[in-house]
């Protein structure tokens, strides 16, 4: 529980610290204008699953997924950060061998603190994941499938690499907790759908 409070907290503090400064002082630095407001791009990574259950019925503990995210610059060294990414799924149900199809629409929101310095540009970052899920089952079946959508939070750290004036590749690791309370037990007796994840990755984004 204090650790869920301190992570409200401090994605509390990275979002809403853009918005504190600019109105506490509105004038930006000359060191501002000279950064790239803009940043849009696609990336590459490894989504690690948390939960068992998927995992023993899936068959995958790791899958690769392509995404695309972007930020705008605000004031001194915060950017305010958006990514999307889908995890897809199926296997064949054990009794009567049908396709369960599941797929995951992951779409965050954050904020960044960058340190410049030149050619690399670490970062930190915390913010809100907001996830719809899906599993489907097909053919003829009595077997209902199940939808729904999660809310959680996130946290990660990575670096810039400015490789030209307009171009810069990225790297990073992110922490995601997000669960859901279930109508239903698992198999394991459990009620909770853990969607939260572990997530390692590369960027190729423009600037400008």
Known sequence: MKSRVTLCLLTAFLILGP????????????????QPRFRVGFFWEGYQLNDKNLINFYGHFQKNLPGFEASVHTLYNFDVWAAYRAYTDEAKTSYYNLVDKFRLDMFSLGALYRLSTGLLEPFI????????????????????????????????????????????????????????????????????????????????????
């Open 19 to 34: 918005g504190m400064a600019a109105f506490a002082s509105p004038a930006a630095d000359e060191d501002e204008q000279v």
């Open 125 to 208: 970052g915390a913010g809100f994941e907001f996830y719809s899920y899906s599993e489907k089952i097909e053919g003829e079946t009595d077997l209902q499938g199940t939808s729904g959508g999660a809310v959680g939070f996130h946290v990660q750290v990575g670096t810039y690499i400015n490789i030209t004036k307009f171009l810069a590749a990225k790297v990073y690791a992110r922490f995601n907790d997000v669960a859901k309370t279930l109508a239903g037990p698992h198999p394991d007796d459990t009620a909770r759908l853990d969607l939260g994840s572990k997530e390692f990755g590369l960027s190729l984004m423009a600037r400008f």
